[in-house]
């Protein structure tokens, strides 16, 4: 059963710092996202991840993927408060026509001045 | 381009009454839809996909069904909603993945409340 863990579950950082939020998944998978929510509202897509060793940036934002470690990292440079919000990791189920996608539990970010 | 509309925004319903949720998209055709519920402080659980008119799969055991009657109409209902119901419901579709379909594109949402 494909699991993904998130961590941390939650994150309190300083404008300006850099810090990393880390995605486990338990079996094999050829795609990984991350999504963006904030309060109340949808899913945002910040990246999709389709091979070993892809590496995506957005701004402040890089995402990485490890395909064989099984592990995806979200870091942010120098934080700013627009970055707050919840982010999401999520990992394709193998095989199939439909993009059906595992959630982690989500990493709660708050950037405080 | 490709929307996906949902609706309603939020929805408060009492304990045993019925519930119907819709989500629709526009800009594209034989899309996979999905349904994806967010409980209070979690992650997102699937709960069900279809591949074309009439085609459901159900992911997990649970009190909701889905229709699918139209193309790009999917919907989520209950006869009779539980309290352990309420959560941020979230429709969202994509293409096949032999077609590239690796995006999967989310609507807005609906807050459902069940007192």
């Known amino acids: 059963e494909l699991k993904v863990e998130q961590n941390p579950l939650f994150l309190s950082m300083q404008e300006g710092k850099n810090y990393t939020i880390y995605c486990n998944y338990s079996?094999?998978?050829?795609?990984l996202y991350w999504y963006r929510q904030d309060p109340g509202k949808s899913l945002e897509s910040l990246f999709v991840?389709?091979?070993?060793?892809a590496v995506k940036q957005e701004g402040r934002l890089m995402a990485s993927l490890d395909t064989k470690a099984r592990l995806s990292t979200l870091h942010i440079t120098a934080a700013v408060h627009d970055l707050s919000a919840t982010y999401f990791c999520?990992?394709?189920?193998?095989?199939?026509?439909?993009?059906?996608?595992?959630f982690g539990t989500g990493t709660l970010l708050a950037v405080q001045p | 381009s490709q929307t996906i509309h949902q609706w309603p925004a939020t929805l408060v319903q009492p304990v045993g009454s019925p519930l119907s949720l819709e989500c629709t998209v526009e800009?594209?055709?034989?899309?996979?839809l999905y349904w994806y519920r967010q409980a209070a402080g979690r992650g997102l659980q699937l709960l069900f996909y279809?591949?074309?008119?009439?085609?459901i799969s159900s992911e997990v055991p649970q009190n909701l069904s889905a229709s699918r009657p139209q193309d790009r109409q999917f919907i989520l209902s209950s006869k009779k909603l539980l309290l352990s119901d309420s959560g941020f419901y979230l429709c969202?579709?994509?293409?096949?993945?032999?077609?590239?379909?690796?995006?999967?594109?989310f609507g807005s949402g609906t807050q459902l409340s069940v007192l």
């Open positions: 969202a579709w994509s293409l096949l993945r032999t077609q590239g379909g690796e995006k999967l594109f």
């Open positions: 079996t094999t998978s050829d795609r």
């Open positions: 991840l389709l091979s070993n060793g």
């Open positions: 999520a990992v394709g189920r193998p095989g199939g026509a439909t993009n059906k996608l595992i």
């Open positions: 800009g594209t055709s034989n899309p996979n």
């Open positions: 279809s591949v074309g008119i009439g085609q």
